[in-house]
C-alpha cells in the first residue's frame, strides 16, 4: 500500500470506517500548556499508542535574524536575550565574540572570566527550569517549587551583575556592560549553597522514585546513530555517550583553565537526559567557583584624585569648555550608569575607539571623548567590521549555539544566522514518540527542553 501523503495523514483522508485506517488522528497544540502555545503535533493514535506524529513549528517566528540586519552591530544583543529566554548571557556573549572574530579583536583577561562565570550561572538557571517544569508536568509540583527557589538564588546574582533578570542586554562586543559588584564572590557562595541543598533534595524526591522512574526509564530514546545523524548537540548528545563539548572541543575564553568533567550517561532516553542535567549543574558551580578565585584585576588606566563631584556638575564644565583637569577628577554615578566609569570599564572592555564606547566621563569631559561617542552612535559610522564572515560556537544550555555573521564593511550586518540548539532535537522528536503512549509525550518533549525564541527564530 502507498505510503499516504503529508495531506492525507494530517488531515486523515481515507480514513474512517470505509474500509481505510481506524486509527484516530489528534492535534496537540498549539493551544496546549506542554506545547508552549508554539508547537502543534499530529499524532496518529491506535489506541492510546502514537504510530506516527507530523511536527510543526514556525508559529512564533520573530525574525530575529532580518531584524539584526536593520541597525547597528551592537542593536542585535537585546535580539539574543529574546532567542533561549532562560540563560540569555550565552547567546549575548556567543553573538558578541562572533562579531569579534570578524574585528580581529581579544577581549580582556577578566571579560573572558567574566563571561564564564555568568554564562555557567546561566547554564545552571536553565538547567533548573527544564528538571523543574518537566517534574511539574508529570505530576511533581514540589520538585518544581524547589527548583524555582534555586533559581531565584540564581537570578538574584544576575540581577546584581546585570541590572535585569531575564531581558539582560549585558554582553558588548569587545566587552561586557559592566564589571562585577563588590561582594558577589560571597553571594555566589552563598547561593550555590543553597542549590546544592535544593539539588539533594530534589535528587531525593526523584531520581529513585517509583513514579517518576517508571515515566522516564526507556520511555523517549533515541540510539547513538541516531543522535548524531539529526546533529544533536548537548546534554541530549551527552545522554547516549557521546563527550561532545564545545567548552572542550573548540575551547573559548577560560574554559581550559578550568578543571571540570563532561558528564555523561549511555541509555539516551528521558532519564538519562534527565541524570546528565543534574550531573552538569554540579560542574557548572565547580567552574564559576575556579573562575571567581582566579579571576584577575585587570587593567586601571586612570588614576583618580580628589574628591568626587555630581555627574551634572561634571557635564556642565565640560560643555562650558571648562576641562583642564577634568579628566582626572572622580565623580560619583548611579548605579545604572556605574559600570561606565573608567576604571570599570578599562578592566572589562578592549582598548579600541573602534568599538567600544567612551567612559561617560571621557564623553562629558573631553572633546575627543564626545566625537568618539558620537562616532559610534551616528547612524551611517558606528562599528564597521571589515568585509567577511565569522562563525562562533559556543556551548549553549542546550547544545552547540552558534552564530554566523556576514560584514560588506558598513555599520550594520549584512547577514546573521543563528545556529539554535533547539532545532536538531525538534527534527528528531517524531522518532523519540513514535511508538509511546500518548502520556509519554509530554515528558518526552520536555527533556527535549524545547525553547521557542531560538527554535523559531
Request: hydrophobic share 40%.
Amino acid at each position: 500500500m502507498a505510503e499516504p501523503t503529508r495531506r492525507e495523514f494530517v488531515l486523515g483522508e481515507g480514513g474512517g470506517t470505509g474500509g481505510g485506517s481506524q486509527n484516530l488522528l489528534v492535534g496537540l497544540g498549539p493551544s496546549h500548556p506542554a506545547m508552549h502555545g508554539i508547537i502543534r503535533i499530529a499524532a496518529e493514535l491506535d489506541g492510546e499508542t502514537i504510530v506516527r506524529a507530523d511536527v510543526e513549528i514556525g508559529y512564533l517566528h520573530r525574525a530575529f535574524e532580518k531584524d539584526c540586519e536593520v541597525g547597528g552591530w551592537n542593536n542585535a544583543i537585546p535580539y539574543t536575550d529574546r532567542l533561549n529566554y532562560v540563560s540569555p548571557l550565552i547567546n549575548n556573549f556567543g553573538y558578541c565574540a562572533a562579531v569579534e572574530k570578524l574585528l580581529g579583536i581579544e577581549v580582556t583577561e577578566r571579560c573572558k572570566y567574566i563571561r564564564v562565570i555568568m554564562s555557567e550561572i546561566s547554564r545552571v538557571c536553565d538547567h533548573l527550569t527544564c528538571i523543574g517544569a518537566t517534574a511539574m508536568e508529570l505530576g511533581a509540583f514540589t520538585a518544581f517549587l524547589y527548583m524555582i527557589k534555586a533559581r531565584e538564588y540564581l537570578w538574584e546574582l544576575v540581577e546584581d551583575v546585570t541590572g535585569a533578570r531575564l531581558t539582560i542586554s549585558y554582553g558588548r562586543v569587545g566587552g561586557v556592560k559592566a564589571d562585577l559588584p563588590d561582594g558577589l564572590a560571597g553571594k555566589a557562595r552563598n547561593a550555590f549553597k543553597e542549590t546544592r541543598e535544593v539539588l539533594d533534595e530534589v535528587h531525593r524526591l526523584l531520581t529513585g522514585n517509583r513514579i517518576f522512574v517508571d515515566r522516564m526509564v526507556g520511555i523517549g530514546a533515541l540510539t547513538r546513530e541516531e543522535t548524531i545523524a539529526y546533529a544533536i548537540t548537548g546534554p541530549m548528545l551527552r545522554a547516549v555517550g557521546v563527550p561532545y563539548d564545545v567548552r572542550r572541543a573548540r575551547p573559548y575564553d577560560v574554559y581550559d583553565r578550568l578543571e571540570w568533567v563532561i558528564p555523561t550517561q549511555q541509555d539516551g532516553d528521558n532519564y538519562a537526559r534527565y541524570l546528565v542535567r543534574i550531573a552538569e549543574m554540579e560542574q557548572s558551580m565547580r567552574i564559576v567557583e575556579q573562575a571567581l578565585a582566579m579571576i584577575p584585576g585587570g587593567p586601571i588606566n586612570v588614576d583618580a584624585e580628589g574628591r568626587p563631584i555630581d555627574p551634572a556638575a561634571y557635564v556642565d564644565r565640560g560643555k562650558q569648555g571648562k576641562t583642564e583637569g577634568l579628566l582626572l577628577v572622580p565623580i560619583t554615578l548611579s548605579p545604572n550608569l556605574e559600570g561606565q566609569a573608567r576604571a570599570e570599564l578599562a578592566r572589562v572592555s578592549v582598548g579600541d575607539k573602534r568599538v567600544v564606547l567612551p567612559p561617560k566621563a571621557n564623553t562629558y569631559g573631553s572633546i575627543e571623548g564626545l566625537m568618539n561617542h558620537f562616532m559610534l552612535i551616528m547612524d551611517g559610522y558606528g562599528i564597521r567590521p571589515p568585509q567577511g564572515e565569522a562563525y562562533v560556537p559556543v556551548e549553549g544550555a542546550n547544545g552547540e549555539l552558534g552564530f554566523y555573521v556576514v560584514s560588506d564593511g558598513s555599520d550594520r550586518p549584512y547577514r546573521v544566522r543563528c545556529r539554535p540548539p533547539c532545532l536538531p532535537p525538534m527534527a528528531a522528536l517524531h522518532r523519540m514518540i513514535e511508538g509511546e503512549m500518548v502520556a509519554d509525550l509530554v515528558p518526552t518533549f520536555g527533556s527535549v527542553n524545547m525553547i521557542g525564541g531560538e527554535l523559531d527564530r
